[in-house]
């Protein structure tokens, strides 16, 4: 059967963030760092909302784009928020999670050959993607020194005359890292003089813990460069409701809105209601949510320094990237031993373009993570011995 199986297809890997959190799955007391997913649970009103919406008969197909509704609230909060105005007619599209958003927005700009700028150490989905694509993926490499911000002397020495886009996601996964107005204008320069398109994913763009997340679809110069993603998983815990979202100029809009016809037709009428109770009543828990990253984050990296595991601290998202160098092991060969030993997951950077770090979700508990930093000890001392 393998013979039927696309060469696209076989090139592409696993997830190596789904690797470890499926063994994790087989072991008993575990202390999963591993999957970015809130522990919270959705908001019991914008579940309410979902329930009473299917009560009430809701259950038919809606408009490609999403509802009406819920596209014009995403536009007010979009300008209102982040100073970035979309037409809700044929600027924004609601998508099965940012993961399909991301997917439509590569296919509807990418053509075989196009090279794709990724910036990395990043979510693991957009080579692939680009792959898929018959597009040719880049890496620009995001380095701690910089605080794992994207540069333009980065991104400067990896293009070529087949460059096409620039694929973005700050907050980072898996760095925290962010970028100011200042990062996005140095970076609009290259973007502008070399005629590339701009992929800005922002789905821990409320996920911002020092200053406020920019967005550069703000800048004048990169608005008609820019397509925006964002979505509700991570600032409202709504990771299984599957409901991400599309801004773009409407020529890109309308070009990802065929391919979403015909691979997803519409997101889920009762999880669109939800997402637009999210974001009329959502605020006060989002917000508490944010209050406690805020703490697991502080907690957590001042925990791995004091192990000696170095670690910036992350502005953004809920991830901590600490590096492992010191240790004399590899991130794969770290990541697997402290599973094996110690019973704590986390993601070897590598499979994120950050050899050498490993990635550690701190959405869980603050015991469960200092009872993870205490096997962490432990598990260092007898490196030592």
């Known amino acids: 059967m393998k013979d039927f199986i696309s060469s696209r297809a076989r090139s592409i890997p696993p997830s190596g963030i789904r690797k470890f959190f499926d063994i994790a799955q087989t072991m008993e007391d575990v202390i999963s760092l591993g999957v970015g997913e809130p522990d919270f649970s959705t908001p019991w009103n914008v579940c309410e909302a979902s329930i009473y919406s299917i009560e009430q008969g809701v259950t038919n197909y809606t408009s490609n784009k999403g509802t009406p509704k819920l596209r014009a609230a995403i536009a007010r909060y979009l300008e209102s928020s982040f100073q970035t105005p979309y037409d809700p007619e044929n600027e924004i599209i609601v998508t099965n999670?940012?993961?399909?958003?991301?997917?439509?927005?590569?296919?509807?700009?990418?053509?075989?050959?196009?090279?794709?700028?990724?910036?990395?150490p990043c979510y693991v989905s957009y080579s692939p993607c680009i792959t898929l694509a018959g597009g040719?993926?880049?890496?620009?490499?995001?380095?701690?020194?910089?605080?794992?911000?994207?540069?333009?002397?980065?991104?400067?020495?990896?293009?070529?005359p087949r460059s096409k886009v620039v694929i973005a996601n700050f907050p980072n996964n898996p760095t925290g890292g962010t970028m100011s107005e200042a990062d996005y204008r140095a970076v609009a320069d290259v973007v502008v003089d070399h005629d590339l398109l701009l992929i800005s994913d922002e789905v821990y763009a409320?996920?911002?813990?020092?200053?406020?997340?920019?967005?550069?679809?703000?800048?004048?110069?990169?608005?008609?460069?820019?397509v925006t993603?964002?979505?509700?998983?991570?600032?409202?815990?709504?990771?299984?409701?599957?409901?991400?979202?599309?801004?773009?100029?409407?020529?890109?809009?309308?070009?990802?809105?065929?391919i979403h016809q015909y691979v997803a037709l519409c997101a889920p009428v009762m999880a669109q209601v939800a997402a637009y109770e999210a974001l009329r009543n959502g605020a006060a828990e989002k917000d508490a949510m944010v209050r406690e990253y805020r703490i697991r984050r502080?907690?957590?990296?001042?925990?791995?320094?004091?192990?000696?595991?170095?670690?910036?601290?992350?502005?953004?998202?809920?991830?901590?990237?600490?590096?492992?160098?010191?240790?004399?092991?590899?991130?794969?060969?770290?990541?697997?031993?402290?599973?094996?030993?110690?019973?704590v997951a986390v993601v070897p950077g590598s499979v994120l373009g950050g050899p050498g770090h490993v990635r550690c979700a701190y959405a869980v508990s603050r015991e469960s993570l200092k009872t993870a930093l205490e096997r962490m000890e432990t598990f260092l001392a007898g490196l030592k011995t």
């Open 97 to 120: 999670g940012v993961s399909e958003a991301a997917d439509i927005a590569i296919r509807s700009v990418v053509d075989v050959g196009d090279e794709v700028l990724v910036a990395e």
């Open 136 to 160: 040719v993926p880049v890496p620009v490499p995001c380095t701690a020194e910089t605080e794992f911000r994207l540069t333009p002397d980065a991104l400067m020495e990896r293009i070529t």
């Open 206 to 226: 409320e996920l911002t813990y020092d200053g406020s997340h920019f967005s550069p679809a703000a800048l004048p110069e990169l608005r008609e460069r820019t």
């Open 229 to 258: 993603l964002n979505g509700f998983s991570k600032a409202y815990a709504m990771t299984g409701w599957r409901v991400g979202y599309l801004c773009a100029p409407p020529a890109i809009t309308a070009a990802a809105l065929k």
């Open 298 to 343: 502080n907690l957590f990296v001042n925990g791995l320094n004091r192990l000696g595991l170095t670690c910036h601290l992350p502005k953004g998202a809920f991830y901590a990237f600490p590096s492992v160098e010191s240790t004399g092991l590899s991130d794969q060969e770290f990541a697997e031993a402290l599973l094996r030993e110690q019973h």
